[in-house]
């Protein structure tokens, strides 16, 4: 059974850093293509980042620069560090995994940006 789990958001100043991680269990992160997402109220569900089982990464236009996705293969963890975070990068973060075609996903953990 897959389970994702988030931690590290909080309340930041615009400005400010702060790094997600997502521990998972129940699926070896570095043979699967692992993934951030961002909903903030009101809005879709939109991706941030993801990273292959290559170890490719990819970034949403409006976090290049800012956001970095990294994996630590031997704690089964991912991690999503923002850097330079503006009041619109306020939204609940999830952490995503595919297999099998499907995406499973963690609990989410809140960022909010101040002004």
């Known amino acids: 059974q897959v389970q994702l789990v988030e931690s590290g958001g909080g309340l930041v100043q615009a400005g400010g850093s702060l790094r997600l991680s997502c521990a998972a269990s129940?699926?070896?992160?570095?043979?699967?293509?692992m993934a951030w997402y961002r909903q903030a109220p009101g809005k879709q569900r939109d991706l941030v980042a993801h990273?292959?089982?290559?170890?490719?990464?990819s970034y949403a236009d409006s976090v290049k620069g800012r956001f970095t996705m990294a994996r630590d293969n031997a704690k089964n963890t991912v991690y999503l560090q923002m850097n330079s975070l503006k009041p619109e990068d306020t939204a609940v973060y999830y952490c995503?995994?595919?297999?099998?075609?499907?995406?499973?996903w963690g609990q989410g953990t809140q960022v909010t940006v101040s002004s």
């Open positions: 995503a995994v595919l297999t099998s075609f499907k995406w499973s």
């Open positions: 129940g699926v070896i992160v570095s043979i699967n293509t």
């Open positions: 990273i292959t089982s290559g170890g490719s990464t």
